[in-house]
């Protein structure tokens, strides 16, 4: 779809039909590239916003809030709303919790971080097209490398 075809949406952002938590805007190309081939059609022209609350199988609302996306319409798993194993985090380099967590296991640290920052100061990432949230994934790379020292230390790693 091209950027002729969107309508611009200048009202408030929408907050989740689903459980009234206030929306982020994502870009439209990451809600074409993640939503399953044969739902593509279903796109309205409105942009979209996500929806991070991990209770709540709503991913995308659209701008006027009469569309939504839910996970299962998604070529991928959204890792903050994920309970089990693996859960995502990087999905440009194929990181999981379960990778983070088994360095810390076994080594006390982690490398996963350094090596999703060289290959983003490479060019390699396309954070747009491959993660739901349309954003760099190293906050929830780092939000997770501090729970699982936290665990460590608890000796519950």
């Not at 689903?18 to 439209?28: D, E, Y």
């Not at 699982?148 to 519950?156: I, Y």
């Amino acid at each position: 779809m091209s950027n002729c075809c969107i309508i611009p949406h200048t009202g408030d952002i929408p907050a989740c039909p689903m459980n009234g938590q206030i929306t982020r805007p994502v870009p439209k190309k990451t809600v074409e590239s993640l939503i399953k081939p044969e739902l593509k059609t279903s796109l309205t022209p409105q942009p979209y916003y996500f929806c991070d609350a991990p209770d709540c199988d709503t991913v995308y609302v659209s701008a006027l809030g009469d569309h939504l996306i839910a996970k299962d319409m998604l070529t991928v798993r959204v890792g903050i709303k994920e309970t089990e194993d693996p859960i995502p985090l990087c999905y440009c380099f194929g990181y999981d919790r379960r990778a983070v967590r088994d360095d810390i296991r076994h080594t006390g640290d982690t490398q996963i971080q350094n090596l999703i920052k060289q290959r983003v100061r490479a060019g390699e990432c396309h954070c747009e097209e491959m993660n739901p949230s349309g954003g760099c994934c190293l906050g929830a790379i780092a939000k997770v490398i501090k729970q699982a020292r936290a665990m460590k230390e608890q000796n519950l790693l």
